[in-house]
């Protein structure tokens, strides 16, 4: 298990024009980018209780949630992803769904996941049989994504973040979004043992303080 460091930073749009600008100077879009960017659906799973927005909004340090997760609306590349953070650093797994899958798992259809090998799948599975997790939130957002191969960094810029009101129909185009209380754009950086100074003096970490924001808590305010 390989984690790496995270630090998000909610910023303005002024600075998000600045930092964008900068980032095409030095750094590479990323490859899976069209005309710099892509559309970002996810939809998030917690329990009865809401154990993993209570300990988002806790600050406990030590956390897992899961979201199934599209790009450019399109059903053909569908993961579920399984996200750990301690404290600053963070680790990511994921298992490939069908549009078939991830629809009957939204719906609550489950069963047939005890049958596979996948691990990541069979843990969710594990999860919801004895946490009772279920959709919760469908988030939709733009990001634009840069990479550095020096240190495995990996720079987005995040904007337009949208909360379904509700609807956890994960492919319904015309489940109606609204935006998020103050439409802020997130700067979030990510590298693995070394954060290069070229990247550490143009996103300006040490002027900024690091944010606790989350998409998937701001998108459950409107619950």
């Known amino acids: ?15 998000m024009l600045i930092l ?7 750094m590479k879009p990323d490859s899976h980018a069209k005309d710099g960017q ?3 659906r996810s ?38 992803e399984r996200k750990f953070k301690h404290g600053g650093l963070g680790y990511k797994d ?39 997790l279920a959709a919760k939130v469908i988030v939709d957002y733009i ?8 240190g495995n960094v990996r720079v987005t810029l995040d904007y337009n973040i949208r909360t379904a009101l ?5 492919f319904n185009p015309r489940c109606p979004t609204v935006p998020v209380t103050g439409s802020p754009c997130i700067l979030e950086v990510k590298w ?14 040490g002027e900024r303080h690091g944010t606790a924001y989350s998409k998937y808590a701001a998108c459950r305010m409107y619950d």
């Open 1 to 15: 298990m390989q984690y790496r460091h995270e630090v998000k930073h909610e910023i303005s749009n002024l600075d």
């Open 20 to 26: 964008r600008q900068r980032l095409r100077a030095v």
């Open 38 to 40: 892509y559309e970002i």
């Open 43 to 80: 939809l998030y799973f917690d329990n009865m209780d809401d154990k993993a927005l209570r300990e988002k909004l806790d600050g406990v340090s030590v956390r897992e949630k899961y979201r199934i997760r599209m790009y450019n609306n399109d059903p053909s590349v569908i993961r579920l």
């Open 94 to 132: 994921c298992a490939m769904l069908t549009r078939e899958q991830a629809g009957r798992i939204a719906g609550g259809d489950i069963h047939w996941m005890a049958a596979g090998a996948d691990e990541v799948l069979l843990r969710f599975y594990t999860c919801i049989r004895n946490e009772g």
């Open 143 to 150: 990001r634009e994504p840069f990479v550095f191969i020096p």
């Open 166 to 170: 509700g609807c956890t129909d994960f």
């Open 192 to 205: 693995d043992n070394f954060l290069p100074d070229v990247i550490r003096d143009m996103v300006q970490l």
